[in-house]
């Protein structure tokens, strides 16, 4: 054992790999100590965020600048070394390069950044952090509602958006349409049900309305859209049980159900005080004349 370690640190890289472990340890106890400072002194989250960010990679950069000075004496020898490790460590890491790949496709590509809600790999959630081989997401859906967070954190690999689409529910354009369904019973006045619809939908969307219009001329600059209305629309179908209306609205992604909810409480109330002109259809249900056997019958059940 003795001579083992006599002969181990009496190799010539000896020195070098410990001085490479004092170097690393220094760099990395720097990038944390000034990443903190950035955390406390740094209010606004986005700018925060990214200082962060630049900091840990200025660490990759100066720890490969470390490593490059300590074993300057052995680059000689760096062209055979790649060639006999380049293809083992490209077949063994081959998903880890992949998601480096990805990592730069989702950055110059702009697929996402932190804040969006994406879906990726049937994964829905707002976009928490981008890292080299990860993307972190705060999940939503699964045994919760589909807008609403679950608290699981899930760790999405880069490579993913190689091979499977990404869905983003807020990229220049943070609004979505959506639509809420109300049956109204037959005889009830549909006129009347329609107005309190768009009075109800222009009275609680009309503020999202007025930013929804304002973000969609940028919106049409930098993507390839139809010009499609934005305005907030009722339309009626029925049948032979009621008469149904479908208010369509712009929403911010982020408060979808919270706003479907305040919809449909107003529109109720606004029901109520209609004096009976308006009201909710419910099922019913009819039966046919004969489907029961007359009292006394054989058929009857005792």
């Known amino acids: 054992m003795t001579d083992l370690l006599q002969n181990l640190t009496s190799h010539p890289l000896f020195n ?20 903190r400072i950035a955390t406390l002194q740094i209010r606004d989250n986005d700018l925060r965020y990214k ?32 060639g006999l490790l380049g293809v083992g460590i490209g077949f063994a890491l081959r998903e880890m390069i992949q998601s480096l ?15 969006d809600r994406i879906k990726l790999g049937g994964v829905m959630g707002d976009v928490m952090d981008i890292g080299p081989l990860t993307t972190t997401v705060m999940e939503c859906g699964d045994w919760v ?18 091979r499977e689409q990404v869905l983003n529910y807020s990229v220049d354009f943070p609004f979505l349409w959506d639509e809420i369904v109300v049956p109204v019973a037959n005889g009830s006045d549909h006129r009347l049900a329609r107005e309190i ?3 109800v939908g222009h009275r609680l969307q009309g503020a999202t309305l007025i930013a929804a219009r304002e973000t ?11 010009d499609t209305p934005l305005d907030i629309v009722v339309t009626l179908s029925f049948d032979a049980n009621w008469t149904e209306l479908t208010l369509r ?25 209609s004096g009976g002109k308006v009201k909710v259809a419910t099922p019913q249900l009819q039966l046919a004349a004969g489907s029961f056997p007359p009292p006394g019958s054989a058929h009857e059940i005792k």
């Open 216 to 226: 969609w001329g940028s919106f049409l600059l930098h993507h390839r859209a139809e």
């Open 101 to 115: 790949f990805g990592s730069l496709v989702i950055t110059f590509g702009n697929l996402y950044k932190p804040g």
């Open 16 to 35: 070098n790999f410990i001085s490479l472990l004092i170097g690393l340890l220094l760099v990395l106890v720097l990038v944390r100590f000034t990443q």
């Open 145 to 162: 509602k589909s807008d609403l967070y679950n608290g699981r954190v899930v760790y999405l690999p880069n490579n993913l958006v190689l």
């Open 51 to 82: 200082t962060r960010k630049v900091l840990s990679l200025a660490g990759y950069v100066l720890a490969l600048i470390v490593a490059l000075s300590i074993f300057s004496n052995q680059l000689s020898n760096l062209p055979v070394l790649i």
């Open 249 to 273: 609205y712009l929403t911010d992604y982020r408060t979808r159900r919270a706003t479907k909810s305040k919809l449909f409480s107003a529109i109720l109330d606004a029901f109520e005080q």
């Open 197 to 199: 619809l768009l009075e």
